[in-house]
């Protein structure tokens, strides 16, 4: 049995860092094991221009522990009035390395996000010129629908068109959680089309948020599907397709937003995230797969070069604090800490 094992140092190309206190505290967590994370812009307000995006990268430098070679690489929040010459000026200015489009109430804070793609398809057409990757939350927001079948009516209603009037558009579906969704980005074979994994979707399935009652701190967007779902996301996350890489979508809210009449959308993952992962990799059979998916497809896909160094991750009881402190009495729950992996990350070298 493998004891240990060595890769190079992974990215997290789906990140939730917030902002402030709550910023200084996750950051650390993710500049541990990470040399870069695409950064979620869903604040208040949302990072909509080239300035607020440069501010906050600022902040998350500021913030980051001393030594620290994380790179934080930020995303525009695409509105119905986006102008298309801010995204070119940010793309050009290397600043914006990808535009997230949220349904417009599809989770937390997209309430500013797009209410139909004729809205925004003159910043699409500017994006395929550029071959500057679209980053979607892909719910459909129409209250008719079942929840549990958000993500495969948005695929038939919004995305496949979508991918058709935009040809040439580079599009990373975000957070998978079902087999409609693994399936289609392993059918493209034209690599415009790919697709970030979340270890709570690998880990997973819907029972899990009802497991001797309700259980918030598995709650997340999309949330949690069957069975059948999180089986499809582990073949096509373990098989090798450079079309799959991760992203965990860490998204942490303090424990009293979470455990609440209306719990908020999001599971802070960042503690344990790369074991996470790893432990399903192991499970699949799948070590000589995990490299890849952590380190390489991700980067490829956006143009990246690899990274500097390499983390090293032991079988043994997985140390993570069961929860965060932030202060004030608050704190945050970390998704599956308190040694319920049999991973732990021991080196994590920048040499
Ligand atoms: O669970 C989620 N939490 N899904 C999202 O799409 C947003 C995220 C957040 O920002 O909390
Ligand atoms: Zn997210």
């Known amino acids: 049995m493998v004891q240990s094992i060595t890769i190079r140092r992974p990215d997290d190309m789906h990140l939730h860092l917030r902002d402030d206190a709550m910023l200084r505290t996750v950051l650390p967590f993710s500049a541990r094991q990470f040399g870069r994370a695409i950064v979620m812009p869903n604040l208040k307000p949302p990072v909509t221009t080239v300035a607020a995006a440069r501010a906050y990268r600022e902040r998350i430098l500021e913030a ?42 599809a989770t937390t804070h997209s309430e500013y996000g797009v209410t ?29 629908i079942d929840v549990f079948d958000k993500e495969t009516v948005f695929i038939e209603r919004t995305l496949k068109p979508l991918l058709d009037r935009f040809p040439a558009l580079r ?21 415009r089309l790919a697709a970030t994994i979340t270890p709570q979707h690998l880990l997973l399935n819907r029972n ?62 960042a503690p344990t995230a790369l074991e996470a992962y790893l432990t399903v990799f192991d499970e699949e059979h799948a070590l000589d797969r995990f490299e890849a998916f952590a380190s390489d497809n991700g980067r490829r896909f956006y143009g990246l070069p690899p990274n500097e160094g390499t983390v090293t991750l032991t079988r043994e009881r997985n140390d993570a604090p ?8 608050k704190s945050i729950e970390t998704f599956m800490g308190g ?10 070298s920048n040499a």
């Open 171 to 191: 599009v990373v579906l975000e957070h998978i959680t079902t087999e409609e969704a693994a399936d289609l980005v392993d059918a493209d074979t034209s690599g």
């Open 339 to 348: 040694g319920e992996l049999p991973w732990r990350l021991v080196d994590h």
């Open 64 to 105: 980051l522990p001393a030594g620290s070679a994380f790179e934080p690489l930020m995303t525009c929040y695409l509105c119905d009035d986006t102008d298309p010459a801010e995204i070119r000026k940010g793309f050009e200015a290397r600043v914006f390395t990808a535009v997230k489009l949220y349904p417009a109430g």
């Open 208 to 269: 899990a948020m009802f497991t001797g009652g309700l259980r918030p701190h598995y709650y997340c967007l999309p949330v949690l599907k069957r069975e059948q779902h999180r089986l499809a996301l582990r073949r096509v996350a373990t098989s090798g397709s450079p079309s799959f890489f991760l992203g965990t979508d860490s998204a942490p809210h303090e424990r009293g937003a979470k455990e609440a009449a209306c719990g908020c959308a999001g599971i802070f993952s």
């Open 116 to 144: 139909g793609i004729d809205k925004v398809a003159s910043v699409l057409d500017v994006m395929q010129e550029l071959g500057m990757p679209l980053l979607i939350h892909g719910e459909s927001t129409d209250p008719a």
């Open 322 to 329: 069961r929860s965060v402190e932030l202060g004030d009495g």
